[in-house]
């Protein structure tokens, strides 16, 4: 496309937003375009988007006229819908069981089920136990070509097959030697400390705002939150203990001063018996409620439209590296395994002359010469 043209994506099917491409050469429309309610910029895609309603759409065309073209985004076919035989879900029913013997967690032995399926699915009419590996290739190869199948969902169908392979049929690791995609070098979205304050006070509900402030004081994923036992609250230690996380590794965090005030007017007020953070019948809070209140908290407060709960979690860790907190004890309160995974976030901090001191700076202040 010229630099005089902007160009709107049109949306899949259900897509909560519209992408467009603005080029830099058009300063005046993107400044237009930035005043619109809604909008965001993407910097990873360098796209700009909108929440996808009509009047939007007719804002935009009423905008920029002539400039504006648009674009049909082509979907990729959908995955076919599949029946399960009884021979297959006596296959599914033995790798669930090795799964749940060696203490997988529900969320992994389901997504890794729902992959099986598929796989089994595919190669119903061969023997799966004598699959060659260039087989295996060539189906996540066609999910890859056909279906256009993220890197995420690749590797989770390799990994659901490995387990296969290997727990249920017991068969060496070499086998294993599948290809991988390459990892996305994407960087951890991230609120600003402003933004973090904006949506966790935004909830008027006790539990609500504690659950928030939870999250994000102490850096939890969300299954750690929904987990978190009233006698986790380590009030006299300073810490919160996070028992069985990723990996089934119990750690310790940090205990926020302000967060334990908050938890002890919540506990005031809703008197939890055994987790710290109870459903409306007595059991586990649920993931997806923290999601939904979440999303109220952006949409009240107009943030970042794209973040989620887990963006709270990576603003943590980039909060406290702007404020020079050793890489060890981020790595520590995080529960990652190595530092090379926690070094993600040197990538989000902002580069500017308050963060970084130039070198010709440094020269400078400490050169006996005459600065003139």
């Known amino acids: 496309m010229d630099s005089t043209t902007i160009v709107m994506y049109l949306p899949r099917k259900n897509a909560g937003r519209i992408k467009f491409k603005i080029p830099y050469e058009l300063m005046e429309e993107r400044t237009a375009f930035k005043q619109l309610n809604g909008s965001f910029y993407h910097p990873s895609q360098r796209l700009w988007s909108l929440p996808n309603t009509a009047a939007h759409k007719e804002q935009v065309k009423t905008l920029f006229g002539k400039k504006l073209k648009v674009v049909n985004e082509h979907s990729p076919p959908e995955m076919p819908e599949f029946v399960v035989t009884e021979a297959i879900q006596l296959e599914l029913d033995r790798h669930y069981q090795k799964m749940k013997l060696k203490s997988y967690s529900d969320s992994t032995i389901r997504t890794y089920q ?3 399926a598929q796989f089994f699915v595919y190669f119903k009419n061969s023997d799966v136990t004598t699959l060659t590996k260039e087989q295996i290739e060539g189906f996540v190869y066609e999910l890859v070509q056909k279906y256009k199948i993220s890197e995420q969902k690749q590797n989770m169908m390799i990994n659901a097959i490995k387990s296969y392979y290997e727990h249920t049929l017991g068969q060496p690791r070499e086998y294993y030697t599948i290809t991988r995609p390459k990892r996305s070098k994407d960087l951890p979205n991230t609120l600003s400390e402003e933004e973090v304050l904006t949506i966790i006070n935004a909830p008027k509900n006790i539990k609500h705002k504690a659950i928030l402030y939870t999250i994000y004081s102490a850096g939890l ?5 929904i987990r978190l036992r009233v006698k986790d ?28 005030d908050l938890l002890r007017t919540y506990y005031k007020v809703h008197k939890p018996s055994y987790w710290l953070f109870e459903g409306q019948d007595g059991g586990q809070y649920s993931a997806t409620s923290i999601q ?41 309160a995080l529960g990652h395994s190595s530092t090379k995974t926690t070094e993600v976030y040197t990538r989000v901090l902002s580069i500017n002359s308050k963060t970084l001191k130039s070198p010709l700076d440094v020269i400078m202040e400490s050169a006996t010469f005459d600065k003139k």
Do not use: C
């Open 114 to 116: 729902s992959n099986l």
């Open 221 to 225: 994923r969300i299954g750690e939150v």
């Open 233 to 260: 609250v380590r009030s006299d230690d300073g810490f919160l203990f996070v028992k069985d996380s990723k990996g089934k590794k119990d750690r310790h965090t940090v205990l926020s001063p302000l967060l334990l």
């Open 292 to 332: 939904q209140i979440y999303r109220k908290a952006v949409k009240e407060t107009g943030s970042n439209p794209w973040s989620t709960p887990h963006t709270l979690r990576h603003s943590f860790a980039t909060h406290l590296m702007q404020r020079g907190v050793n890489i060890r004890y981020i790595q520590t």
